[in-house]
C-alpha cells in the first residue's frame, strides 16, 4: 500500500515505516511541524520516502494516517480527497486525554468516516469517542542494537520538555532521585534542566537531542532507568530501556502497569518504594542485572516489532479492503 502520515513522533513513526509498504511522509522546504520530511536522528527504510505537498494530487495513496485533528483538512487540501470519504483514513491516537478526565471528548469523537487506533489500552478507555469505531494496537519497538552493562551507578531519564511539562513528566520529583545518584536526562528541550531545578551539574547531566543510537549506547551503561510520568500514554523510551536489559523504577500509573512486571524492577505510587529500590540496584548490580533480565524478556514479549507490524497489517487490509 501507499500510505500518507506526517512524521510527528519519530520514535512510533520509526517503527510503523519499518513495514512492508510505501510510506508518504509530506516535506516542506522549511520543515516545519507539518513538513518534517524523514527522521534525521532515527534509522529509517527506504521505503519511507519523502513528498511535496504540491505533487500529492498526483500520487496514488490507498491510506491516510492522521495524527493531529487539524490533518484531516490538511490532507483534504493537499490531496484534493477527503480522508475518510474518498480513501481511508485511520486516526492514531498517541496521547492521553487533557482537561475533564474522564470526560474528555476526543476531536473525532462521534464520526463514521474514520477508525480511531489508539497505542495503548489505557488509552482507549480514557478518551469519550462516543460512537467512532476504536481500537487498539499496541508500540511495538525496533530492537535496540545495544546489551545492558549498568557499569555506571548513575540513573537514566529520558522526557521530552521537562521543563516546559513539569508535573506531567514528574520532573518535580528528579531531585529526590538525584540525592541517590547522578542523573542523566536524555531527550528533547533537556537543556538548562538542573539549572532550573536548582541542582549542582554534577547531579544532573543533560544529554539534547541525542541520535537514538547513541542515546540507547549511553542508556546501556546506566545502572537503572526511571520513569517518573504521572500522565503519559505509554513512553516508547521505557519499553526501548527494557529492551536493552535496564531495571526499571517507574510510577504506576497509566499503561505502565501493564508494560512493567513486577520483577522487571520497582513499580510503585509512593515515591519513597521507589526510592529505596532506586538505592537498591545502585548498591546492588547484581540485583539490578536480574530485573534487567526480566525487563528485557517481557519488552521483547509484548512490544515486539514483528508483532507490532503484523497487527498494523490486518488493520490497513481490513480498512482498505473494507472501504472498497
Known amino acids: 500500500m501507499n500510505i500518507l502520515l506526517w512524521h510527528v513522533h519519530g520514535s512510533w513513526t520509526t517503527s510503523f515505516v519499518h513495514g512492508s509498504h510505501r510510506y508518504l511522509i509530506p516535506t516542506t522546504p522549511d520543515r516545519g511541524p507539518y513538513g518534517l520530511g524523514r527522521a534525521r536522528t532515527y534509522p529509517w527504510p527506504d521505503s519511507a520516502v519523502e513528498v511535496a505537498p504540491e505533487d500529492l494530487p498526483d500520487t496514488d495513496v490507498d491510506l491516510v494516517i492522521l495524527q493531529r485533528p487539524e490533518e484531516i483538512d490538511r490532507a483534504e487540501a493537499w490531496l484534493r480527497r477527503r480522508p475518510g470519504r474518498d480513501l481511508p483514513a485511520i486516526y492514531v491516537e498517541h496521547n492521553t486525554p487533557k482537561g475533564d478526565?474522564?470526560?474528555?471528548?476526543?476531536?473525532?469523537a462521534d464520526r463514521d468516516d474514520l477508525l480511531i487506533a489508539h497505542v495503548t489500552g489505557f488509552n482507549q478507555i480514557f478518551w469519550d469517542t462516543g460512537a467512532t469505531r476504536t481500537t487498539v494496537v499496541d508500540h511495538g519497538i525496533v530492537d535496540p542494537s545495544v546489551s545492558y552493562t549498568g557499569e555506571l551507578d548513575r540513573l537514566a531519564v529520558v522526557i521530552n520538555e521537562p521543563?516546559?511539562?513539569?508535573?506531567?513528566?514528574?520532573t518535580d520529583l528528579l531531585p529526590r532521585f538525584a540525592e541517590i545518584a547522578?542523573?542523566?536526562?536524555?531527550?528533547?528541550?533537556?537543556?538548562?534542566?538542573?539549572?532550573?531545578l536548582g541542582l549542582p551539574a554534577d547531579r544532573l547531566t543533560s544529554h539534547d537531542d541525542v541520535p537514538q543510537h547513541r542515546m540507547h549506547a549511553e542508556l546501556a551503561r546506566r545502572r537503572a532507568y526511571l520513569h517518573l510520568c504521572r500522565w503519559t500514554s505509554l513512553g516508547l523510551s521505557l519499553i526501548e530501556a527494557m529492551a536493552i536489559g535496564m531495571p526499571v523504577v517507574a510510577l504506576a500509573t497509566t499503561e505502565a502497569v501493564t508494560a512493567v512486571p513486577p520483577e522487571a524492577g520497582a513499580l510503585a505510587t509512593r515515591t519513597d518504594t521507589l526510592l529505596d529500590a532506586a538505592r537498591r540496584f545502585i548498591a546492588e548490580p547484581a540485583t539490578a542485572r536480574q530485573a534487567g533480565a526480566a525487563a528485557r524478556t517481557a519488552a521483547r514479549d509484548r512490544y515486539g516489532l514483528d508483532r507490532f507490524l503484523a497487527d498494523w497489517d490486518r488493520l490497513l487490509e481490513e480498512e482498505v479492503c473494507g472501504s472498497r
Open 101 to 108: 478526565v474522564p470526560n474528555t471528548r476526543h476531536p473525532m
Open 163 to 170: 521543563i516546559r511539562r513539569g508535573r506531567v513528566t514528574g
Open 182 to 196: 547522578p542523573l542523566d536526562v536524555f531527550g528533547m528541550g533537556v537543556a538548562g534542566l538542573a539549572d532550573h
